[in-house]
């Protein structure tokens, strides 16, 4: 209520005029706008507490994802690890394995050297008996061992025994050098063996039962059918076809 009246310079006042009014509450605090308050309030301690929970979240994610990550680095270096450990077990293996086959292809080389020895110097005790002897009876008969004992189709035997050994050794040497190669015959084919199992010619010769010279020259000639450089190495040649049927 406001009232108000008026007095003039006499002292005289007019009668009291009263006027009715309402002072309205201000919006800002109304229910309605500490409803919307309480609102907002609550829209951003949830929006705060959702950002919160994806920061941390995230930051589980990336922690997680590391870990991963790591794991799966530790586990690539333990199968590269166990790959390395294959594969030097299996190398081992085969390494054993060709020594072992190495090994007993000499044997059979020096059973073979051994073996020509033993039937030239029967075949010379024959031929020492027959100049000697005086039966013709007996003569026949010791010519007739000596010829069995150096017939041809056991050498071959012994031989294809020996090549099929140093095939599977040299994983399949004679085979590929003969295929790349058809022209080289049995002698140069004994001859490539002998040389890449780098034995001397001395060595050589005794397998063949043939002169040292016999070696050098039957050397000269494969190389001129191998169609090799004078500066090409014969033993390196052979190692490289080797290689070759590897691949």
Known sequence: MFEVKARNNLNDESPVASFAFEVMTPWHKTIWARLLYMVLIAAVLYFVM?????????????????ERKKLEEKQRLIDYQYQLEFEKSEK?????????????????????????????????EINHLNKSGSNEN?????????????????????????????NQVHNNFLVTLKNKYPHLNAHDLKLCAYLRMN???KEIARMMSISVRGVEV????LRKKLQLQPKENVFDFLMNIGVESDA
Do not use: P
């Not at 000499?106 to 020895?117: H, T, W």
């Not at 007996?138 to 020996?162: P, R």
């Open 50 to 66: 959702k950002l919160r929970e994806n920061i941390i979240n995230k930051r589980h994610e990336q922690k997680l994802a590391e």
């Open 138 to 166: 007996g003569t026949l008969e010791l010519k007739k061992i000596a010829k069995e004992l150096i017939a041809d189709d056991k050498m071959n035997a012994e031989w294809d025994q020996f090549s099929l050994h140093f």
């Open 92 to 124: 081992e293996l085969i390494r054993l394995r060709n020594q072992k086959l190495e090994s007993e292809l000499a044997a059979s080389a020096m059973n073979l050297v051994q073996k020509r020895e033993f039937l030239q110097k029967i075949k010379e």
């Open 218 to 221: 039957s050397r000269y000639r």
């Open 199 to 201: 034995l001397s010619s």
